[in-house]
């Protein structure tokens, strides 16, 4: 298993590449079982979770393939997905592959609308709480279909097909919104989403679904209506650039100092953080090529947030924001609203020195941390990286244990630091 080493107090400046959006480019692929024709991706960022589920995907039938190799690139290092799901020759979804990425239980909404069965492996729990699917399998009953559970699988029916109907959410969810949207599309007749979730991944989603041929008005609004076709065609489209690593990078940048431009990033996608990031005293800049973010000298000032769906403040950079208010000059208060047991990064952080208090949802971060470099675990995405954060700016080593939550969704994260003057680096363990 590799691990991260870092040396904290050097100043990031020069420019970061940023990808695709990973919580894009999994429903996007997803999306090809939809249609019998080619989806090619383009923009796709290089993650272990986008190679699981091309794996997942090839279980079902899909036919897919990278292309797009830059120089100096190996061969397989492709940011081109092209997936031809002409014939689906298996609709189970099977515990061993679910278990691995919950993100692949979405398989579920486009298998039963196109081969009017599916049986997909419960996701089961994960690092950062419960997280149900409860309203995920409302969706498609409320689409006509039959779902039972049985041995821990979904086992889902419509053997006439979807029908349109009105889908109200009573809680705002991704994944629910995206599994709304891929039944609607071959459903028979009119839906209507209610309460949708608004975010940019979702209306990456739409964009491309009619690109496919699909009929939908609303996305990126809380009121998505689509009238159901028959069919999908094949269609090319570019994944949108990730906002959570650019918010990432942003925040890397405040905690360190210095002057970075994320490349391609889009100011819009993430406003809420830079909005935040502002208070703290960091300069932001939007410009035609992407964000310019910037902090020469002047200290941080705490700011309270609390996480929300989009355009509220989003929880995947909940952990970023922490690590980066450990410098500011008082204390500063932050609710995770969205996840229960969104804090595993607490316990880490305050490994490295880090003075924070837990009361339910609501963290109560000291600032002013005398951040010392010390060994420390990864345990999920998002925290995982706020130990990058903290490390960049405290004296001395840290070495970042379990580094595969990181490689899930951030792509070349040490290149990208260290061109810009971190001094990181990926130890591989024998
Ligand atoms: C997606 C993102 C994840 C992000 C999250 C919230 C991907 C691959 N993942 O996750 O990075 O942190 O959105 O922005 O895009 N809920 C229910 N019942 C359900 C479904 C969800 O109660 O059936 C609850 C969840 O427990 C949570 C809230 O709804 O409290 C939001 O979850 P949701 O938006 O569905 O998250 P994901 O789609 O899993």
Not at 72 to 80: E, H, L, R, S, V
Not at 121 to 130: D, E, Q, R, V
Not at 408 to 428: D, H, N
Request: aromatic letters at 4%.
């Amino acid at each position: 298993m590799d691990r991260i080493r870092i040396v904290g107090g050097q100043k990031l400046n020069g420019s970061i590449a940023i990808s695709g959006a990973k919580n894009a480019a999994l429903p996007l692929m997803i999306a090809s079982l939809l249609s019998r024709d080619t989806l090619t991706l383009h923009g796709v960022p290089r993650l272990s979770d986008v190679r699981l589920l091309m794996r997942i995907l090839g279980n079902h039938g899909v036919d897919a393939a990278i292309s797009g190799k830059r120089a100096g690139q190996a061969f397989d290092n492709g940011d081109t997905i092209t997936l031809s799901a002409r014939d689906i020759v298996d609709t189970t979804a099977p515990y061993e592959l679910v278990a691995k990425m919950r993100a692949s239980f979405w398989v579920l909404a486009p298998l039963v609308a196109r081969m009017g069965e599916a049986r997909v492996s419960l996701p089961g729990g994960c690092a950062i709480g419960t997280r149900p699917v409860d309203l995920l399998l409302m969706a498609l009953e409320r689409l006509g279909t039959q779902i039972e559970i049985d041995a821990g699988y979904v086992v889902a029916k419509a053997p006439k097909g979807l029908i349109g109907n009105r889908i109200h959410f009573p809680k705002v969810t991704v994944g629910g919104t995206h599994t709304a949207l891929m039944g609607a599309v071959l459903a028979r007749g009119e839906s209507v989403i209610e309460n949708a979730a608004r975010e940019p991944e979702i209306t990456d989603l739409a964009d491309c679904l009619i690109k496919m041929g699909a009929k939908i008005e609303g996305a990126g609004t809380s009121t998505i209506r689509v009238e159901g076709v028959t069919s999908l065609t094949g269609a090319h489209h570019t994944v949108l650039p990730d906002r959570i690593e650019a918010g990432t990078y942003a925040m890397a940048v405040a905690m360190a100092g210095g002057d970075v431009l994320l490349e391609h990033a889009r100011a819009d996608l993430f406003q809420s953080a830079l909005d935040s990031l502002t208070a703290s005293g960091a300069e932001i800049i939007a410009t035609n090529e992407g964000v310019r973010v910037k902090r020469n000298g002047a200290g941080l000032r705490p700011v309270h947030v609390t996480t929300e769906p989009f355009p509220g403040f989003p929880t995947d950079l909940q952990a970023q924001f922490m690590a980066l208010m450990l410098k500011a000059n008082g204390t500063s208060h932050i609710r995770e609203t969205i996840f229960e047991n969104r804090f595993m990064h607490v316990q880490e952080l305050a490994r490295l020195g880090a003075k924070i208090k837990l009361d339910g949802d609501l963290a109560i971060v000291e600032g002013n941390a005398a951040l010392k470099g010390a060994p420390v675990m990864a345990t999920d995405l998002r925290a995982s990286v706020s130990l990058v954060i903290a490390a960049l700016a405290a004296e001395g080593e840290t070495m970042i244990h379990r580094v595969y939550h990181l490689d899930r969704g951030f792509e070349a994260l040490e290149q990208k630091l260290g061109r810009c003057g971190a001094e990181i680096e990926r130890v591989s363990e024998r």
